[in-house]
């Protein structure tokens, strides 16, 4: 069983930062690839990114290639989303999510993790 719990979504100007922190239970989280989703209002949940085990390869949407850079911390059992050049197209709440099993490639099929966050709200305003 993998627990995730996202934190550091807030409020933020057009243009600005955030990192997302995600913190995962477990003591193989290293071994799992890790995923970001978002979802917005009255839309529905899209890939954003993920990384595998290793924490060298990575992967984005075309919607936030260049702006965001997802990271992890194995010894501290979190991933990172730092999301630069924010938009107001960039609202959303946002969950990190695991695959069942690890040494796992994942990338944006939902239906390929196990695992998910309860979110945290990011706000970009215009």
């Known amino acids: 069983q993998v627990q995730l719990v996202e934190s550091g979504g807030g409020l933020v100007q057009a243009g600005g930062s955030l990192r997302l922190s995600c913190a995962a239970s477990?003591?193989?989280?290293?071994?799992?690839?890790m995923g970001w989703f978002r979802q917005a209002p009255g839309k529905e949940r899209e890939f954003v990114g993920t990384?595998?085990?290793?924490?060298?390869?990575?992967r984005y949407s075309d919607s936030v290639k260049g702006r965001f850079t997802i990271s992890r911390d194995n010894a501290k059992n979190t991933v990172y989303l730092q999301m630069n050049s924010l938009k107001p197209e960039d609202t959303a709440v946002y969950y990190c999510?695991?695959?069942?099993?690890?040494?796992?490639?994942?990338?944006?099929?939902?239906?390929?993790?196990?695992?998910w966050g309860q979110g945290t709200q990011v706000t970009v305003s215009s």
């Open positions: 990384i595998m085990w290793t924490g060298i390869s990575t």
């Open positions: 999510a695991a695959p069942q099993s690890p040494y796992t490639y994942v990338w944006s099929e939902q239906s390929q993790y196990r695992y």
């Open positions: 477990g003591r193989t989280f290293s071994s799992y690839a």
